[in-house]
């Protein structure tokens, strides 16, 4: 609850009391426990190498006590990827990544939900690093998962498509953007009607993608759409608000339009 409230320092005061306990006991279980929620609590913070510490020894007692195969070692994994995609080391994050992927194959099988954000991060990784042929496939990956387990309407495949509009806009591959994003966007709007914060975010990426083509007037609709939202949900003073103007402003001043930017 503290942490949840943003009171850190009290927050790292208990974390770190139940470490000494566990300490004293020499009790590996609430040992490895109380490392693994220091890590979550560090990289929540920002501060990474903290985190990073304290989830390897995390890891290392889960392994001593289960073994390397043990399915529960996935998501410090995941953590640790994380971890170093931020830090930008990118080859530490694949293989970390994909130890938590193949154990969660192996238990879980090929077609799992929780395999599909495996698929997800992976994709995020070789995004980063402009490798888009891999980034795809994971991306697609996911989708197929998604779309098997949950079929079409669903949130998590509005993700995914996202996503791969996303990619394919970093391709220079427009057309393939547009039907991701609007695939995307008609999921949204069935499952949650016209007024969501998940709306916005991809009428201004539809906006984004129209501006680069030089379809001004497609770039606008969305950005308007997604200011009204913004201004429906959380009122005028509010940072995406300020952003959905700048976006209006950019789109304007690349026209020339500065009165109006």
Same mark, same amino acid.
């Not at 799992?112 to 795809?136: C, Q, R």
């Given at each position: 609850?503290?942490?949840?409230?943003?009171?850190?320092?009290?927050?790292?005061?208990?974390?770190?009391?139940?470490?000494?306990?566990?300490?004293?006991?020499?009790?590996?279980?609430?040992?490895?426990?109380?490392?693994?929620?220091?890590?979550?609590?560090?990289?929540?913070?920002?501060?990474?190498?903290?985190?990073?510490?304290?989830? %390897?020894?995390? &890891?290392?007692?889960?392994? !001593?006590?289960? =073994?390397?195969?043990?399915?529960?070692?996935?998501?410090? #994994? @995941?953590?640790?990827?994380?971890?170093?995609?931020?830090?930008?080391?990118?080859?530490?994050?694949?293989?970390?990544?994909?130890?938590?992927?193949?154990?969660?194959?192996?238990?879980?099988?090929?077609?799992?939900?929780?395999?599909?954000?495996?698929?997800?991060?992976?994709?995020?990784?070789?995004?980063?690093?402009?490798?888009?042929?891999?980034?795809?496939?994971?991306?697609?990956?996911?989708?197929?998962?998604?779309?098997?387990?949950?079929?079409?309407?669903?949130?998590?495949?509005?993700?995914? %498509?996202?996503? &791969?509009?996303?990619?394919? !806009?970093?391709? =220079?591959?427009?057309?393939?953007?547009?039907?991701?994003? #609007? @695939?995307?966007?008609?999921?949204?709007?069935?499952?949650?009607?016209?007024?969501?914060?998940?709306?916005?975010?991809?009428?201004?990426?539809?906006?984004?993608?129209?501006?680069?083509?030089?379809?001004?007037?497609?770039?606008?609709?969305?950005?308007?759409?997604?200011?009204?939202?913004?201004?429906?949900?959380?009122?005028?003073?509010?940072?995406?608000?300020?952003?959905?103007?700048?976006?209006?402003?950019?789109?304007?001043?690349?026209?020339?339009?500065?009165?109006?930017?």
């Amino acid at each position: 609850l503290n942490e949840d409230r943003g009171s850190y320092k009290k927050a790292e005061s208990y974390f770190l009391e139940s470490l000494e306990i566990a300490k004293k006991n020499n009790n590996e279980f609430d040992l490895h426990i109380s490392y693994f929620y220091l890590g979550g609590f560090y990289k929540e913070i920002g501060l990474l190498d903290k985190a990073e510490n304290y989830y %390897l020894k995390a &890891l290392s007692i889960r392994e !001593k006590l289960y =073994g390397k195969e043990y399915y529960g070692l996935a998501t410090t #994994l @995941n953590n640790l990827g994380e971890i170093y995609l931020i830090k930008g080391f990118h080859e530490k994050a694949k293989v970390y990544y994909l130890r938590s992927l193949s154990l969660r194959e192996k238990e879980l099988g090929e077609n799992h939900p929780d395999v599909s954000f495996n698929h997800m991060w992976l994709g995020d990784l070789y995004l980063e690093i402009t490798n888009y042929e891999k980034a795809e496939d994971y991306y697609l990956k996911a989708l197929s998962i998604r779309k098997k387990v949950f079929g079409n309407n669903n949130h998590l495949v509005a993700n995914s %498509l996202f996503w &791969l509009g996303y990619l394919n !806009k970093a391709k =220079g591959d427009f057309k393939k953007s547009e039907d991701f994003y #609007l @695939n995307c966007l008609y999921i949204q709007e069935n499952l949650f009607g016209e007024t969501n914060s998940d709306i916005a975010i991809t009428l201004n990426w539809l906006g984004d993608l129209y501006q680069e083509q030089g379809e001004f007037k497609k770039a606008e609709k969305n950005y308007l759409r997604a200011l009204k939202i913004n201004r429906e949900l959380f009122g005028e003073n509010n940072k995406l608000v300020a952003g959905n103007l700048q976006f209006l402003g950019q789109l304007f001043q690349s026209q020339g339009l500065y009165k109006k930017a």
